[in-house]
Protein backbone atom coordinates (compact mmCIF):
# COMPACT_ATOMS: atom_id res chain seq x y z
CA UNK A 1 0.00 0.00 0.00
CA UNK A 2 3.08 2.43 0.78
CA UNK A 3 4.57 1.10 -2.60
CA UNK A 4 1.06 2.30 -4.45
CA UNK A 5 0.98 5.71 -2.86
CA UNK A 6 4.87 6.67 -3.20
CA UNK A 7 4.09 5.42 -7.21
CA UNK A 8 0.95 7.80 -7.15
CA UNK A 9 3.16 10.40 -5.69
CA UNK A 10 6.19 10.11 -8.18
CA UNK A 11 2.99 9.93 -11.02
CA UNK A 12 1.37 13.14 -9.98
CA UNK A 13 4.84 15.21 -9.48
CA UNK A 14 5.76 14.22 -12.94
CA UNK A 15 2.59 14.93 -14.59
CA UNK A 16 2.59 18.62 -12.93
CA UNK A 17 5.86 18.76 -13.96
CA UNK A 18 4.89 18.38 -17.90
CA UNK A 19 2.33 20.88 -17.00
CA UNK A 20 4.79 23.60 -15.78
CA UNK A 21 7.08 23.03 -18.41
CA UNK A 22 4.22 23.15 -21.07
CA UNK A 23 2.90 26.43 -19.56
CA UNK A 24 6.44 28.13 -19.78
CA UNK A 25 8.13 26.37 -23.00
CA UNK A 26 4.99 25.83 -25.04
CA UNK A 27 5.24 28.96 -27.42
CA UNK A 28 9.61 27.92 -28.05
CA UNK A 29 8.68 24.90 -28.62
CA UNK A 30 6.21 25.63 -31.43
CA UNK A 31 7.71 28.46 -32.49
CA UNK A 32 10.78 25.82 -33.32
CA UNK A 33 9.09 23.30 -34.90
CA UNK A 34 7.38 25.89 -37.09
CA UNK A 35 10.60 27.40 -38.14
CA UNK A 36 11.64 23.29 -38.81
CA UNK A 37 8.79 22.62 -40.68
CA UNK A 38 7.66 25.78 -41.92
CA UNK A 39 4.15 24.62 -41.23
CA UNK A 40 2.74 26.47 -38.46
CA UNK A 41 -0.71 23.75 -38.32
CA UNK A 42 1.54 20.81 -38.21
CA UNK A 43 3.91 22.25 -35.60
CA UNK A 44 1.18 22.84 -33.51
CA UNK A 45 -0.38 19.38 -33.65
CA UNK A 46 3.23 17.73 -33.42
CA UNK A 47 3.78 19.67 -30.00
CA UNK A 48 0.28 18.59 -28.61
CA UNK A 49 1.40 14.54 -29.55
CA UNK A 50 4.80 14.90 -28.01
CA UNK A 51 2.95 16.36 -24.84
CA UNK A 52 0.90 13.54 -24.84
CA UNK A 53 3.81 11.02 -24.95
CA UNK A 54 5.27 12.89 -21.95
CA UNK A 55 1.94 13.27 -20.08
CA UNK A 56 2.09 8.72 -21.04
CA UNK A 57 5.73 8.56 -20.41
CA UNK A 58 7.21 10.83 -17.49
CA UNK A 59 5.41 9.27 -14.89
CA UNK A 60 6.91 5.95 -15.59
CA UNK A 61 10.18 7.04 -16.48
CA UNK A 62 10.78 10.35 -14.91
CA UNK A 63 11.13 13.87 -15.82
CA UNK A 64 13.77 14.19 -18.46
CA UNK A 65 16.67 16.91 -17.49
CA UNK A 66 15.56 19.21 -20.10
CA UNK A 67 11.89 18.83 -20.76
CA UNK A 68 11.51 21.33 -23.11
CA UNK A 69 14.70 19.82 -25.43
CA UNK A 70 12.47 16.51 -24.89
CA UNK A 71 9.41 17.75 -26.15
CA UNK A 72 11.08 19.43 -29.05
CA UNK A 73 12.87 16.35 -30.12
CA UNK A 74 10.24 14.46 -29.52
CA UNK A 75 7.99 16.45 -31.90
CA UNK A 76 10.89 16.30 -34.62
CA UNK A 77 11.23 12.39 -34.39
CA UNK A 78 6.83 12.49 -35.39
CA UNK A 79 7.58 15.18 -38.30
CA UNK A 80 10.28 13.11 -40.08
CA UNK A 81 8.16 9.73 -39.54
CA UNK A 82 5.55 11.51 -40.93
CA UNK A 83 7.77 13.10 -44.05
CA UNK A 84 8.92 9.63 -44.62
CA UNK A 85 5.18 8.09 -44.41
CA UNK A 86 4.37 10.69 -47.30
CA UNK A 87 7.98 10.10 -49.00
CA UNK A 88 8.67 13.76 -48.64
CA UNK A 89 11.53 13.39 -46.61
CA UNK A 90 14.15 13.98 -49.15
CA UNK A 91 12.52 16.68 -50.74
CA UNK A 92 12.28 18.43 -47.40
CA UNK A 93 15.92 17.82 -46.26
CA UNK A 94 16.65 19.44 -49.88
CA UNK A 95 14.80 22.30 -48.85
CA UNK A 96 16.20 22.43 -45.50
CA UNK A 97 19.79 22.39 -46.83
CA UNK A 98 19.14 24.62 -49.73
CA UNK A 99 18.04 27.30 -46.36
CA UNK A 100 21.05 26.39 -44.16
CA UNK A 101 22.95 27.48 -47.54
CA UNK A 102 21.30 30.59 -47.97
CA UNK A 103 21.29 31.44 -44.69
CA UNK A 104 25.34 31.07 -44.36
CA UNK A 105 25.62 32.79 -48.01
CA UNK A 106 23.37 35.33 -46.46
CA UNK A 107 25.39 35.76 -42.99
CA UNK A 108 28.68 36.05 -44.80
CA UNK A 109 27.76 39.10 -46.60
CA UNK A 110 25.29 40.60 -43.66
CA UNK A 111 26.16 43.43 -41.41
CA UNK A 112 26.26 42.11 -37.69
CA UNK A 113 22.56 43.36 -36.81
CA UNK A 114 19.98 43.54 -39.68
CA UNK A 115 17.17 46.19 -38.40
CA UNK A 116 14.30 44.53 -40.93
CA UNK A 117 15.16 40.87 -39.41
CA UNK A 118 12.75 39.40 -36.55
CA UNK A 119 15.74 37.44 -34.91
CA UNK A 120 13.49 35.81 -32.13
CA UNK A 121 11.47 32.41 -32.95
CA UNK A 122 8.24 32.96 -31.02
CA UNK A 123 8.01 37.06 -32.09
CA UNK A 124 8.15 35.61 -35.90
CA UNK A 125 5.49 33.39 -34.71
CA UNK A 126 3.23 36.07 -33.79
CA UNK A 127 3.78 38.13 -36.78
CA UNK A 128 2.76 34.88 -39.10
CA UNK A 129 -0.11 33.93 -37.01
CA UNK A 130 -1.07 37.72 -37.39
CA UNK A 131 -1.42 37.43 -40.99
CA UNK A 132 -3.63 39.53 -43.27
CA UNK A 133 -5.31 36.76 -44.45
CA UNK A 134 -6.99 36.32 -40.91
CA UNK A 135 -9.90 38.38 -39.09
CA UNK A 136 -8.51 40.65 -36.00
CA UNK A 137 -10.77 37.97 -33.99
CA UNK A 138 -9.22 34.95 -35.35
CA UNK A 139 -5.46 36.79 -35.20
CA UNK A 140 -6.01 36.92 -31.35
CA UNK A 141 -7.46 33.46 -30.29
CA UNK A 142 -5.19 31.61 -32.87
CA UNK A 143 -1.81 33.71 -31.27
CA UNK A 144 -3.18 33.40 -27.74
CA UNK A 145 -3.94 30.01 -28.01
CA UNK A 146 -0.21 29.10 -29.37
CA UNK A 147 1.75 31.73 -27.75
CA UNK A 148 -0.01 31.66 -24.64
CA UNK A 149 -1.17 27.99 -24.04
CA UNK A 150 -4.64 29.15 -22.95
CA UNK A 151 -7.59 26.72 -23.21
CA UNK A 152 -10.75 27.61 -25.05
CA UNK A 153 -12.51 28.17 -21.95
CA UNK A 154 -9.88 30.47 -20.77
CA UNK A 155 -9.84 32.12 -23.94
CA UNK A 156 -13.56 32.78 -24.52
CA UNK A 157 -13.63 34.40 -21.06
CA UNK A 158 -10.22 36.56 -21.52
CA UNK A 159 -12.10 37.82 -24.82
CA UNK A 160 -15.35 38.12 -23.98
CA UNK A 161 -17.47 35.56 -26.24
CA UNK A 162 -18.94 31.62 -25.98
CA UNK A 163 -16.49 29.16 -25.84
CA UNK A 164 -17.67 27.97 -29.27
CA UNK A 165 -17.31 31.00 -30.80
CA UNK A 166 -13.41 30.78 -29.66
CA UNK A 167 -13.49 27.04 -31.15
CA UNK A 168 -14.63 27.99 -34.51
CA UNK A 169 -12.11 31.25 -34.72
CA UNK A 170 -9.24 29.28 -34.20
CA UNK A 171 -10.39 25.70 -36.65
CA UNK A 172 -10.82 28.61 -38.87
CA UNK A 173 -7.55 30.48 -38.63
CA UNK A 174 -5.76 27.39 -39.23
CA UNK A 175 -7.50 26.36 -42.17
CA UNK A 176 -7.11 29.58 -43.78
CA UNK A 177 -3.47 29.63 -43.36
CA UNK A 178 -2.66 26.68 -44.59
CA UNK A 179 -5.12 27.11 -47.96
CA UNK A 180 -2.88 30.45 -48.18
CA UNK A 181 0.55 28.38 -47.48
CA UNK A 182 2.24 31.60 -45.18
CA UNK A 183 5.30 31.25 -44.88
CA UNK A 184 7.29 31.23 -41.03
CA UNK A 185 9.16 34.11 -42.14
CA UNK A 186 9.75 37.96 -41.78
CA UNK A 187 7.22 39.78 -43.60
CA UNK A 188 8.57 42.69 -45.35
CA UNK A 189 8.55 46.42 -43.32
CA UNK A 190 5.36 47.31 -44.88
CA UNK A 191 3.60 44.27 -44.38
CA UNK A 192 4.70 44.13 -40.90
CA UNK A 193 2.64 48.07 -40.18
CA UNK A 194 -0.31 46.31 -41.22
CA UNK A 195 -0.30 43.22 -38.59
CA UNK A 196 1.49 45.73 -35.74
CA UNK A 197 -2.01 46.64 -34.35
CA UNK A 198 -2.72 42.56 -33.95
CA UNK A 199 0.80 41.65 -32.60
CA UNK A 200 0.06 44.74 -30.04
CA UNK A 201 -3.39 43.29 -28.72
CA UNK A 202 -1.73 40.03 -28.75
CA UNK A 203 1.57 40.84 -26.19
CA UNK A 204 -1.11 43.12 -24.69
CA UNK A 205 -3.48 39.97 -23.99
CA UNK A 206 -0.93 37.68 -22.94
CA UNK A 207 0.48 39.85 -20.27
CA UNK A 208 -3.00 40.38 -19.14
CA UNK A 209 -3.70 36.82 -18.72
CA UNK A 210 -0.47 36.82 -16.89
CA UNK A 211 -1.49 39.97 -14.59
CA UNK A 212 -4.53 38.07 -13.58
CA UNK A 213 -5.09 34.59 -14.77
CA UNK A 214 -8.49 33.67 -16.00
CA UNK A 215 -8.59 30.21 -14.28
CA UNK A 216 -6.52 27.86 -12.41
CA UNK A 217 -5.31 28.23 -8.48
CA UNK A 218 -2.52 31.16 -8.93
CA UNK A 219 -3.99 34.47 -9.18
CA UNK A 220 -1.13 35.48 -11.74
CA UNK A 221 0.65 33.87 -13.97
CA UNK A 222 3.95 35.59 -14.01
CA UNK A 223 6.02 33.74 -16.57
CA UNK A 224 3.36 34.86 -19.15
CA UNK A 225 3.95 38.93 -18.07
CA UNK A 226 7.70 37.90 -18.70
CA UNK A 227 7.24 36.63 -22.01
CA UNK A 228 5.14 39.18 -23.06
CA UNK A 229 7.60 42.30 -22.07
CA UNK A 230 10.18 40.35 -23.64
CA UNK A 231 8.32 40.68 -27.05
CA UNK A 232 7.75 43.92 -26.46
CA UNK A 233 11.32 44.66 -25.91
CA UNK A 234 11.96 42.77 -28.93
CA UNK A 235 9.48 44.52 -31.19
CA UNK A 236 10.04 47.50 -29.89
CA UNK A 237 13.86 47.25 -31.17
CA UNK A 238 12.51 46.29 -34.18
CA UNK A 239 9.93 49.29 -34.51
CA UNK A 240 11.11 51.90 -33.05
CA UNK A 241 9.52 54.34 -35.17
CA UNK A 242 5.88 53.30 -33.92
CA UNK A 243 4.89 55.60 -30.61
CA UNK A 244 2.04 52.81 -30.26
CA UNK A 245 5.07 50.00 -29.56
CA UNK A 246 6.86 52.36 -26.99
CA UNK A 247 2.85 52.41 -25.26
CA UNK A 248 2.45 49.25 -24.89
CA UNK A 249 5.85 48.62 -23.48
CA UNK A 250 5.32 51.16 -21.00
CA UNK A 251 2.27 49.91 -20.09
CA UNK A 252 3.24 46.27 -19.16
CA UNK A 253 5.99 47.58 -17.89
CA UNK A 254 4.89 50.25 -15.51
CA UNK A 255 1.84 47.53 -14.54
CA UNK A 256 4.56 44.62 -14.01
CA UNK A 257 6.62 46.78 -11.41
CA UNK A 258 3.79 46.44 -8.71
CA UNK A 259 4.30 42.14 -9.11
CA UNK A 260 6.05 42.30 -6.22
CA UNK A 261 3.57 43.88 -3.90
CA UNK A 262 0.53 41.68 -5.32
CA UNK A 263 0.66 38.71 -3.62
CA UNK A 264 1.72 37.96 -0.19
CA UNK A 265 4.12 34.96 1.27
CA UNK A 266 1.18 32.62 0.93
CA UNK A 267 -0.10 33.28 -2.57
CA UNK A 268 -2.66 35.17 -1.13
CA UNK A 269 -4.13 37.97 -3.87
CA UNK A 270 -3.08 41.86 -2.37
CA UNK A 271 -5.03 44.07 -3.74
CA UNK A 272 -4.16 47.91 -4.78
CA UNK A 273 -4.71 49.84 -1.72
CA UNK A 274 -3.22 47.56 0.48
CA UNK A 275 -0.19 47.25 -1.06
CA UNK A 276 3.47 48.13 0.11
CA UNK A 277 4.89 50.69 -2.38
CA UNK A 278 8.27 50.28 -1.26
CA UNK A 279 8.07 46.79 -2.34
CA UNK A 280 7.32 47.94 -6.16
CA UNK A 281 10.13 47.69 -8.74
CA UNK A 282 11.68 50.99 -9.27
CA UNK A 283 13.48 49.84 -11.88
CA UNK A 284 10.49 48.65 -13.92
CA UNK A 285 9.05 51.79 -13.07
CA UNK A 286 11.99 54.17 -14.67
CA UNK A 287 11.82 52.02 -17.63
CA UNK A 288 7.97 52.29 -17.76
CA UNK A 289 8.10 56.34 -17.70
CA UNK A 290 11.36 56.11 -20.35
CA UNK A 291 9.14 54.33 -23.00
CA UNK A 292 6.42 56.56 -21.91
CA UNK A 293 8.28 59.51 -22.93
CA UNK A 294 8.97 57.76 -26.02
CA UNK A 295 5.89 57.67 -27.21
CA UNK A 296 4.94 60.99 -25.64
CA UNK A 297 8.14 62.51 -27.91
CA UNK A 298 6.81 61.82 -31.43
CA UNK A 299 4.13 64.73 -31.16
CA UNK A 300 1.30 62.13 -32.83
CA UNK A 301 -0.95 62.31 -29.12
CA UNK A 302 -1.01 59.69 -27.45
CA UNK A 303 -2.62 56.36 -28.49
CA UNK A 304 -4.38 53.29 -26.17
CA UNK A 305 -1.67 52.11 -25.01
CA UNK A 306 -0.10 54.94 -24.07
CA UNK A 307 -3.30 56.41 -22.59
CA UNK A 308 -3.56 53.42 -20.25
CA UNK A 309 0.52 54.05 -19.89
CA UNK A 310 -0.37 57.34 -18.27
CA UNK A 311 -3.16 56.09 -16.26
CA UNK A 312 -0.28 53.56 -14.92
CA UNK A 313 2.14 56.05 -14.36
CA UNK A 314 -0.36 57.98 -11.99
CA UNK A 315 -0.15 54.80 -9.83
CA UNK A 316 3.18 54.40 -9.98
CA UNK A 317 3.70 57.82 -8.45
CA UNK A 318 1.83 58.68 -6.23
CA UNK A 319 3.41 57.69 -2.50
CA UNK A 320 0.05 56.39 -1.78
CA UNK A 321 -3.01 55.04 -2.40
CA UNK A 322 -5.14 58.47 -0.96
CA UNK A 323 -2.81 60.83 -2.91
CA UNK A 324 -3.11 59.55 -6.30
CA UNK A 325 -4.05 62.11 -8.80
CA UNK A 326 -7.81 60.50 -9.74
CA UNK A 327 -9.25 63.42 -11.56
CA UNK A 328 -6.34 63.16 -14.06
CA UNK A 329 -7.03 59.32 -14.07
CA UNK A 330 -10.21 60.09 -15.30
CA UNK A 331 -9.25 62.39 -18.06
CA UNK A 332 -7.05 59.78 -19.43
CA UNK A 333 -10.52 57.11 -19.83
CA UNK A 334 -12.63 59.81 -20.98
CA UNK A 335 -10.19 60.21 -23.51
CA UNK A 336 -9.00 56.63 -24.02
CA UNK A 337 -13.07 55.47 -24.48
CA UNK A 338 -12.93 58.25 -27.45
CA UNK A 339 -10.11 56.47 -29.61
CA UNK A 340 -11.44 53.04 -28.13
CA UNK A 341 -14.81 52.64 -26.64
CA UNK A 342 -15.89 49.69 -25.21
CA UNK A 343 -17.98 48.46 -21.75
CA UNK A 344 -14.25 47.50 -19.61
CA UNK A 345 -12.85 51.33 -20.27
CA UNK A 346 -16.12 52.40 -19.23
CA UNK A 347 -15.84 50.10 -16.45
CA UNK A 348 -12.12 50.83 -15.26
CA UNK A 349 -13.48 54.52 -15.54
CA UNK A 350 -16.02 53.88 -13.09
CA UNK A 351 -13.22 52.80 -10.67
CA UNK A 352 -11.74 55.94 -11.18
CA UNK A 353 -14.81 57.60 -10.54
CA UNK A 354 -15.81 56.27 -7.42
CA UNK A 355 -11.74 58.12 -5.96
CA UNK A 356 -12.58 61.11 -7.47
CA UNK A 357 -16.10 61.61 -7.01
CA UNK A 358 -17.38 59.17 -4.74
CA UNK A 359 -19.30 56.14 -5.04
CA UNK A 360 -22.58 56.87 -6.09
CA UNK A 361 -21.72 59.01 -8.98
CA UNK A 362 -19.71 55.57 -9.80
CA UNK A 363 -22.79 53.20 -9.30
CA UNK A 364 -24.81 55.16 -11.98
CA UNK A 365 -22.21 54.57 -14.67
CA UNK A 366 -21.73 50.74 -13.58
CA UNK A 367 -25.67 50.35 -13.07
CA UNK A 368 -25.86 51.64 -17.12
CA UNK A 369 -23.54 48.79 -18.24
CA UNK A 370 -25.53 45.69 -16.89
CA UNK A 371 -27.16 45.13 -20.24
CA UNK A 372 -23.80 45.01 -21.86
CA UNK A 373 -23.08 41.59 -23.72
CA UNK A 374 -19.44 42.09 -23.20
CA UNK A 375 -19.65 41.86 -19.46
CA UNK A 376 -22.53 39.48 -19.30
CA UNK A 377 -20.91 36.32 -18.46
CA UNK A 378 -17.34 37.98 -16.27
CA UNK A 379 -17.19 38.59 -12.57
CA UNK A 380 -15.60 42.36 -13.13
CA UNK A 381 -18.88 44.08 -13.38
CA UNK A 382 -20.87 42.20 -9.82
CA UNK A 383 -16.95 42.16 -8.30
CA UNK A 384 -16.80 46.25 -8.89
CA UNK A 385 -20.59 46.71 -8.29
CA UNK A 386 -20.16 45.07 -4.84
CA UNK A 387 -17.34 47.38 -3.84
CA UNK A 388 -19.61 50.55 -4.46
CA UNK A 389 -22.18 49.00 -2.36
CA UNK A 390 -20.50 48.42 0.24
CA UNK A 391 -18.99 51.73 0.26
CA UNK A 392 -22.39 53.13 0.33
CA UNK A 393 -23.60 51.02 3.12
CA UNK A 394 -25.96 48.98 1.04
CA UNK A 395 -24.57 45.40 2.53
CA UNK A 396 -27.32 42.91 1.65
CA UNK A 397 -26.75 44.30 -2.13
CA UNK A 398 -23.26 44.18 -1.64
CA UNK A 399 -23.19 40.75 -0.82
CA UNK A 400 -25.13 39.62 -3.38
CA UNK A 401 -23.10 41.25 -6.18
CA UNK A 402 -20.12 39.97 -4.43
CA UNK A 403 -21.47 36.04 -4.48
CA UNK A 404 -22.32 36.54 -8.42
CA UNK A 405 -19.05 37.47 -9.34
CA UNK A 406 -17.59 34.60 -7.42
CA UNK A 407 -20.05 32.23 -8.85
CA UNK A 408 -18.00 33.81 -12.55
CA UNK A 409 -14.97 33.36 -12.18
CA UNK A 410 -13.06 31.02 -12.87
CA UNK A 411 -9.71 31.33 -10.59
CA UNK A 412 -9.53 30.11 -7.24
CA UNK A 413 -7.76 32.79 -5.55
CA UNK A 414 -10.22 35.23 -6.87
CA UNK A 415 -13.34 33.11 -5.96
CA UNK A 416 -11.65 33.44 -2.10
CA UNK A 417 -11.52 37.15 -2.47
CA UNK A 418 -14.84 37.75 -3.63
CA UNK A 419 -16.77 35.38 -1.21
CA UNK A 420 -14.59 36.64 1.54
CA UNK A 421 -15.48 39.78 0.69
CA UNK A 422 -19.46 38.97 0.66
CA UNK A 423 -18.76 37.36 4.21
CA UNK A 424 -17.76 40.48 5.57
CA UNK A 425 -21.08 42.20 4.46
CA UNK A 426 -23.16 39.81 6.97
Given at each position: ?5 T ?27 T ?8 A ?8 A ?37 A ?5 V ?13 A??W ?166 W ?36 T ?18 LE ?37 L ?51
Open positions: MAHDGARRAEDSARRAVVAIWRIESARIVATLRYTRDFTLEDLAQEALDALAQWPAQGVPRNGAAWLTQVAKRKAIDGWRRQERFEHVAAGADLERAQDEAADVPDPDEIDDDVLRLVFTACHPVLSQQARVALTLRVIAGLETTELARLLLVPVATVQQRIVRAKQALAEAQVPFETPPRAERRQRLSAVLGVIYLIFTEGHAATAGADWMRPELSVEAIRLGRRLAALQPDEPEVHGLLALIELTAARFPARIDADGEPVLLPDQDRRRDRGAIRRGRAALARAEGFGRGLGPYALQAAIAECHAASDFASTDWPRIVAAYDAQLAPNPVVRLNRAVAVAEAEGPAAALAIVDALAGEKAALGHLLPSVRGELLARLGRDEESREAFALAAERTENARERAVLLARAAARR
